[in-house]
């Protein structure tokens, strides 16, 4: 079993989850499935299978729901919130387009995630640059296009940022990914924030590395950064978290 205990299985399992499925998908009268009125069966004898189905009014619909619940929470407390899209989900540079049309802000994880968003035109300061195993030319991509931040995942990628940027005369942005212990409620395959997990910095060493950050000329640190993990439905991990 891959799911929590907690997760019930459905009484139907032919059931669309709502949180998963666009909100326009729904059962035909014989059964069939459809997305945003077309039928699945249709789109796979047009296109053929394997096939990526997406719902444009959905994926709109949805970043504006989370942009606006996150921005007036934001406000509340006299700041404001950045929302990203996580470029893992799914990207080409169609999606890179709906993102940018948002307004919302792009999270790569690899130089070719970084390539794909660079051709779908977004500006690249709105990009955020993450991964656990950045090589040296990934890291002086991103320093080129000026991506908006790097998220410093281990303490040699201080150095080797600060290398990038001091190579090519520019000031790079950068956050701190920090292991905040926090045992997420969720499968213990995708939760990132425990003691024993390779992502980030443990909290005992991040005064020091932040001193190291903020010593390097070519680096400007914004703040620190947390990941606790994926299939979270509750939200006690990311209170403890902050």
Known sequence: MLAPDW??????VNDLAKAIWPASAKRESEGQLSIGG????????????????????DFFDRAKRIREAFSAG????????????AGKAL???????????LGLYLDVSSGGELAVALAGGIDPSRIGLHGNNKSHSEIGRAVAAGVGVIVIDSEIEVERIA??????????PVRLRVNTGVHAHT???LATAREDQKFGIA????????????????????????????????????????
């Not at 069966?41 to 444009?56: C, F, I, K, N, S």
């Not at 290398?163 to 790079?172: L, T």
């Open 203 to 242: 909290i005992s060493d991040v005064p020091q590395i932040v001193a190291n950050i903020r010593s390097h000329k070519h680096l400007q640190f914004l703040g620190l950064h947390s990941h606790i993990g994926s299939q979270i439905f509750a939200v006690e991990g990311f209170i403890e978290a902050a």
């Open 74 to 85: 934001a406000t509340r407390y006299g700041t404001t919130a950045k929302q990203y899209y």
């Open 163 to 172: 290398s990038a940027a001091g190579a090519q005369d520019r000031i790079q």
């Open 38 to 57: 077309v039928s699945v069966g249709d789109l796979a004898g047009d296109y053929g299978t394997p096939l990526y189905v997406l719902d444009q009014a």
């Open 187 to 189: 499968h213990e395959y």
């Open 91 to 101: 990207l080409c540079t169609e999606i890179v387009r709906w993102v940018d049309e």
């Open 7 to 12: 997760l019930t299985k459905p009484a139907n």
